[in-house]
């Protein structure tokens, strides 16, 4: 969301940036919030991929890493099949 907010100090009229957001749950003081940048119903090499070429950072939310651990874990049983 955009608003245009006159300057008090100068007059000027500048643009504000803000963005607000409900929780659907409670939120407990302290606690951490996060989003995501990305398809989250992406597999992880094409989440990781796509943060890294849109955002330039190697991912490593806990559901990148649990995806890339369980695809690891299953790697040797693709490999006999
Ligand atoms: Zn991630």
Known sequence: ME???KDENNGRIRNEFFIRIWANRRIEQGELLTTHYTDCD???KERRADLLETFYFECGC????????????????????
Not at 63 to 70: R, S, V, Y
């Open 3 to 5: 608003r245009k907010v």
């Open 42 to 44: 992406r597999n992880v």
């Open 62 to 81: 806990t559901k990148c890493l649990n995806d890339l651990m369980a695809e690891v874990t299953l790697a040797p049983n693709e490999i006999a099949s």
